[in-house]
């Protein structure tokens, strides 16, 4: 009940701050991502389905318009899509997303940039996110069980959801790549 009454009145003085900002687009739009950004977020505790690809890109796209206003110049995004007919576990792409920018670009001296493809072929979807930040010791993703958790729970999130993998490739200094691969003809 109290989570309800919380989530209410958030939206409801959201909405009130947008009418406030009359006038400036660029905080309007930053006001309708930040909603749709929590009401994801907060509808998705405990949720385990799986929703198309655009859905989540959708969720992505909101985050991504968000820290593009924080970081200006300094995160460039790049859509590669060139298969979208699929779906995948709710906010299973969106944390690595997150990943990319607060823990690879955060933290790089410059400019950095985050792309974001998909491809498809005969037997799976494949979903490839790419950072060139400071990236890390991926063989330490089995080390310190607490500190990937996250990742861990996505990764068996996409196994037990729709027979996929997640697979984590990183040099320090060089950047992060992130494949997530999902057969075809897994229940859709």
Known sequence: MFSQIKSHFIFNSLTAI?????????????????SEYLRVSMGSVNQKKLISFDTELKYIKHYLLLEKLRYEEKLQVIYEIKANNFKVPLLSILPLIENAVSHGLFNKTGAGTIRIRTTESETEYTVTI??????FDANTLHDNEYKYSGIENIRSCIESMCGGTLIISSKPGVGTRVNINIPKGVEQ
């Open 18 to 34: 947008y009418d406030l900002c009359s006038g400036n687009t660029e905080a309007q739009e930053a006001i309708v991502a930040f």
């Open 130 to 135: 790419v950072d060139d930040g400071i990236g």
